[in-house]
């Protein structure tokens, strides 16, 4: 059987600047560990793909950022932010469980005493799968290879609304043979 992961896009949100010039966001996170996609239309590497064991402390730092650099509504509108839940099945289990990544973006996997980068996996699938060659990220960008000796199958799932993928897709799922390189 096959090593399996799902990417839900759980929530996909803005930042909006208050009434007393602060700025918010325009949603609550989900705290715990996450992965997450920022995504700025404004700018010509337009994604960038994280990682983090508290993504609301992680978030509540770069909103002082943005108030010290004077960013305007305009400016944010173009930024859309997606919090992405993991989960993951393998050999020995047929249920789907949840499985938060660590700070560097690895997962556990039971069968095999590999652990599976999800971070550089999903930013492999956008620099090679969704056509966004140019990602903000400066690690993790060299390609990803299965090193399981199983195959690794993938699903990114938009349960945001927004049509994240294009043309009312809400699934798409990939796969890799053991030891197939996604470039």
Do not use: H
């Amino acid at each position: 059987m096959p090593v399996e992961v799902k990417f839900t896009y759980a929530k996909a949100f803005g930042v909006k600047i208050t009434n007393y010039g602060g700025y918010a966001y325009d949603s609550n996170f989900s705290s715990g560990g996450r992965l997450y996609v920022i995504y700025n239309n404004s700018t010509n590497r337009k994604v960038y793909i994280g990682t983090t064991s508290d993504v609301e402390k992680r978030f509540k730092n770069r909103l002082r950022g943005l108030r010290e650099f004077g960013f305007s509504q305009s400016e944010l509108n173009a930024i859309l932010i997606m919090v992405i839940k993991l989960e993951k099945r393998e050999m020995s289990n047929s249920n789907f469980n949840p499985s938060p990544p660590s700070d560097k973006g690895l997962i556990n996997v039971n069968c095999s005493n590999v652990k599976l980068d999800v971070e550089k996996l999903l930013i492999a699938t956008y620099m090679n799968k969704l056509g966004i060659t140019l990602v903000r990220n400066t690690t993790k960008t060299l390609g990803f290879r299965n090193d399981f000796t199983q195959k690794l199958i993938w699903s990114l799932i938009d349960e945001t609304g927004r049509n994240l993928f294009g043309n009312g897709v809400k699934e798409v799922t990939y796969s890799l043979n053991s030891g197939e390189l996604l470039p």
